[in-house]
């Protein structure tokens, strides 16, 4: 990725504010070399687990028990319903809340989709270099697992960059692990998810129709 603030900076995270090519190394792991916008970023390797446990699976007709801290993303495919996460990441939470609410993400596309690793998206600019107006946020990392379904913000090769860009893991990414912030988790909907266009940019990039809370539902 790139260092994600044009990349997932994993350098872009590959989530991350820009990334660059991913390379298969292994039948069970995959590393991806990205380059920030300011920087290169450093290999991302993701191990595609196939059993995971009743806690970690990501499924389907979830309910939302906490409407205050459960975001809706609409896509074209239906609704992903998404536990954010104010324990791990209260300043990346808060963000990602006023920026939904001011309807920020809304039509914004998914600029960066890698298949077996993670789709990005929140940047108004579609390229991967841009953000909202505010104030970039500091660092919220946490030993936190990246697993499938897992948010994290995308920051350039700075820690402390990580703005209105995001990404959502279709698989685990331990090389992100205290890496980039996690703040949400997919709890139902993720097959919608796995559909989005892919491509580094995509011919005809899906967009997030809308993503709200489910507090103020729409």
């Known amino acids: 990725m790139e260092t994600i603030r044009g990349r997932l900076s994993l350098g872009d995270l590959v989530p991350i504010k820009s990334w660059a090519p991913l390379k298969s190394l292994a039948a069970f792991a995959v590393a991806f070399?990205?380059?920030a916008c300011s920087g290169s970023a450093p290999d991302i390797q993701v191990v595609d687990k196939t059993t995971k446990s009743a806690n970690s699976m990501v499924t389907t007709g979830a309910v939302a028990d906490d409407p205050s801290n459960t975001l809706i993303l609409e896509l074209k495919g239906g609704k992903v319903t998404i536990r954010l996460r104010p324990d791990l990441a209260p300043k990346h939470v808060e963000r990602i809340k006023t920026l939904a609410a001011q309807g920020f993400y809304n039509g914004?596309?998914?600029?960066?989709?890698?298949?077996?690793?993670?789709a990005q998206t929140g940047d108004p600019t579609g390229t991967g270099a841009g953000g909202s107006k505010l104030p970039d946020l500091p660092a919220e990392f946490t030993p936190t697992a990246f697993e499938r379904g897992t948010l994290g913000m995308a920051r350039t090769s700075d820690p402390n960059s990580a703005n209105s860009q995001f990404f959502i893991c279709?698989?685990?990414?331990?090389?992100?692990?205290?890496?980039?912030?996690?703040?949400?988790?997919?709890?139902?909907?993720?097959?919608?998810?796995?559909?989005?266009?892919?491509?580094?940019?995509?011919?005809?990039?899906?967009?997030?129709?809308?993503?709200?809370?489910?507090?103020?539902?729409?």
């Open 108 to 118: 914004l596309k998914f600029h960066r989709v890698i298949p077996g690793f993670m």
């Open 33 to 35: 070399v990205m380059t």
């Open 170 to 218: 279709f698989t685990y990414a331990t090389n992100l692990n205290g890496q980039y912030t996690v703040f949400g988790q997919v709890v139902d909907g993720m097959q919608f998810v796995d559909q989005i266009a892919p491509g580094e940019p995509p011919p005809k990039p899906d967009t997030i129709i809308k993503m709200y809370l489910a507090s103020g539902a729409h």
